[in-house]
């Protein structure tokens, strides 16, 4: 895990703390408004936390996508 995975990590678990204190808010002081607030974080929190796919690199230096072989020079 390099550095900005770590950076990317800690931002959710943060965003995630957001949503919790907002939450709690909400429940406490009884009021409705806070619910926007921690959607948005929540939605910042699961966007920061999905793990992401890399792509396999290819060590052959073929490109993925290779010519179809039909000759254009023929036309």
């Known amino acids: 895990m390099d550095r900005s995975d770590r950076i ?7 965003c995630l703390g957001m ?3 907002l939450t709690s808010m ?3 002081f009884g009021n409705i408004r806070f619910a926007p ?10 966007l920061c936390l999905v793990e992401r796919r890399r792509a ?9 996508r290779r010519d179809s072989g039909i000759n254009r020079a023929s036309r």
């Open 19 to 21: 949503v919790a204190t």
């Open 8 to 14: 990317r990590r800690w931002a959710g678990w943060l």
């Open 26 to 28: 909400g429940y406490h």
């Open 37 to 46: 607030l921690a959607a948005g974080f929540a939605i910042l929190a699961a």
């Open 56 to 64: 396999p690199m290819r060590s052959d230096g073929i490109h993925p």
